[in-house]
């Protein structure tokens, strides 16, 4: 009985990927027309030296597109981010500025790194971007595009690029399959907002009805809150299918535990018992439980093997859609698979979690609270956490 469970289990599995790719290949397929082109205030909350900042900063620097301004925002000049946007605020002197500023006292410090760069933007449309996200120089214009007067927020898809190591192609082959599948799938057959703090378009009229930086300020997942209060506003959410890449080169697997292990515990606190749908999503991991019922018979293993083949060939088919050919990559395709859906366990065990080196307790709708455990086993973690990282 047991055994047939499982197997149902992993059929409904590959139906949902299967549909996930169907609303990828709609999404894809959207088009946007508008001669609407505003002046607009990027926004890049900057922390540390990113993998091809440099590069990373300069392609917001070259939008074809009429009338824009570029902040780099920082917390504190001894970042070494700070010297990398010193030689791009030099090369476009015309278009970008620094602010540097740490009075905020909001405990998000990706909302406190950008609070005193949002009031020192010029225009009403504004649009923050992460330091590890590259464009090419339509960005700007298609995003605007998909702003109209019923849409409050526009957020874009994005595709992990550039890996060099064996953590950071396994960042880009969860960004490319079950992060991009699962907001397609939300967006075009759940109508969910799903807002993605990669690239996020805004007015500042509709941003601060909704309680602008107040709202935010204390959860871990702003880009979903501030989706979500838009969405609860009236106003349209909007996933424009321009896909952002977010740059991913020399990824250690520490890193890439601890940015997934956080972004479970994001998704536990604000899915709550829809959680629990989630390894439908990884069908590959769920195959696990049929050997693990049945033993490893030679139909068991048949069975395995068949599946892993099958999910390779799916994902080979996303890069395809994508243009992010996998080649190598995709025999990492099944660790990938089997790393996440351990990692799905965590928030039931685990509420804290550790951003730009900080640390919180994660409550109901990611509100975070500093975390406040004994000093001694703060100090045994940090050490952990050096040695996992190097």
Same mark, same amino acid.
């Given at each position: ?57 300069? &392609? ?5 597109y009429p009338e824009y301004e570029v902040i780099l925002s920082l917390q504190d000049y001894n970042d070494p981010a700070y010297r990398v946007a010193e030689k791009i605020r030099n090369k ?65 898809? *994005? ?73 609860? &506003? ?140 004994? &000093?001694?086993?703060?100090? *045994? ?10």
């Amino acid at each position: 009985m047991f055994l047939w469970i499982a197997v149902f289990l992993v059929v409904v599995g590959l139906s949902v990927y299967v549909a996930q790719i169907i609303a990828l290949r709609r999404k894809l397929n959207e088009t946007y027309s508008s001669d609407f082109l505003p002046p607009v205030s990027i926004i890049k909350p900057l922390k540390a030296l990113d993998d091809n900042l440099f590069d990373n900063l300069e &392609s917001f620097c070259n939008q074809d597109y009429p009338e824009y301004e570029v902040i780099l925002s920082l917390q504190d000049y001894n970042d070494p981010a700070y010297r990398v946007a010193e030689k791009i605020r030099n090369k476009y002197p015309h278009m970008v500025k620094i602010v540097i500023d740490n009075s905020s006292i909001a405990l998000n410090p990706k909302v406190k790194n950008m609070i005193s760069s949002y009031y020192a933007s010029r225009y009403e449309y504004f649009l923050i971007s992460d330091s590890n996200v590259m464009v090419d120089k339509d960005y700007l214009r298609k995003t605007v595009s998909a702003m109209t007067p019923d849409v409050g927020l526009v957020t874009n898809l *994005i595709t992990g690029v550039g890996e060099k190591s064996v953590g950071a192609t396994l960042e880009n082959l969860q960004l490319n399959s079950f992060i991009i599948l699962g907001v397609s799938f939300l967006d075009k057959f759940l109508r969910m907002p799903c807002s993605i703090g990669k690239s996020m378009l805004m007015r500042k009229r509709d941003f601060e009805e909704i309680g602008g930086w107040s709202a935010v300020k204390n959860v871990l997942a702003e880009d979903y809150i501030i989706g979500k209060l838009m969405h609860e &506003s009236g106003k349209r959410v909007v996933l424009c299918n321009y896909m952002v890449k977010n740059v991913n080169e020399y990824w250690t697997m520490g890193r890439f535990f601890n940015r997934h292990t956080r972004w479970a515990k994001i998704r536990w606190k604000i899915a709550g018992p829809k959680y629990f749908t989630e390894p439908l999503s990884n069908p590959l991991f769920l195959s696990l439980a049929i050997p693990a019922i049945d033993g490893f018979s030679s139909l068991s293993l048949s069975f395995l093997s068949i599946l892993t083949g099958l999910k390779i060939a799916m994902d080979i088919y996303i890069g395809r859609l994508l243009k992010t050919p996998l080649g190598l990559s995709s025999i990492l395709i099944p660790v990938k698979d089997l790393f996440v859906g351990l990692i799905w366990f965590i928030p039931f065990f685990n509420c804290k979690i550790n951003w730009r080196d900080n640390l919180y307790t994660i409550g109901k709708n990611t509100v975070i609270t500093p975390y406040e455990g004994n &000093s001694s086993l703060r100090f *045994i973690y940090n050490k952990l956490k050096s040695a996992i990282t190097g």
